[in-house]
């Protein structure tokens, strides 16, 4: 067994979530065993898209301790940020809790139906 062909392998071990690897040649065996800890934890991002069209605001325009920041931990209904149609404003809610990754649209920008908004990272 090529010693290159084991350390790729070792290097995925944390990535895919195994933690034992076991290779045998001939009378020689080499065993590794991973902690839990080495291997990460599993995240699930999700994309949250316009509900609506008009003008898209991450934070409220009165209340800027409404919205979207990128980092700021969110409860699931929370307002990730607001669609301004004829001067009303429609909050876009979390589909779950999770931290804030990514703004996908910018502050005054026009959005449409659908159009991917905020990008959120919650562990599993």
Do not use: D, K
């Not at 080499?30 to 990460?40: F, G, M």
């Not at 991450?58 to 307002?79: D, K, M, N, S, Y």
């Not at 149609?85 to 920008?109: F, M, N, R």
Request: glycine share 10%.
């Amino acid at each position: 067994m090529q010693i290159e062909r084991i350390a790729q392998w070792l290097q995925r071990m944390p990535r895919s979530g195994i933690t034992q690897l076991e290779c045998t040649l001939g009378q020689a065996t080499l065993r590794v065993l991973l902690p839990s800890a080495a291997v990460p934890s599993a995240r699930a991002t999700t994309t949250v898209c316009a509900n609506g069209f008009g003008i898209f605001h991450p934070l409220h325009p009165l209340q800027p301790q409404l919205g979207a920041r990128i980092g700021r931990p969110v409860q699931a209904g929370e307002a990730l940020g607001f669609i301004e149609v004829c001067g009303i404003l429609t909050a876009l809610p979390a589909p779950a809790a999770g931290t804030v990754t990514a703004l996908c649209a910018a502050a005054g920008q026009s959005v449409q139906y659908g159009q991917a908004l905020v990008q959120l990272e919650s562990g599993a």
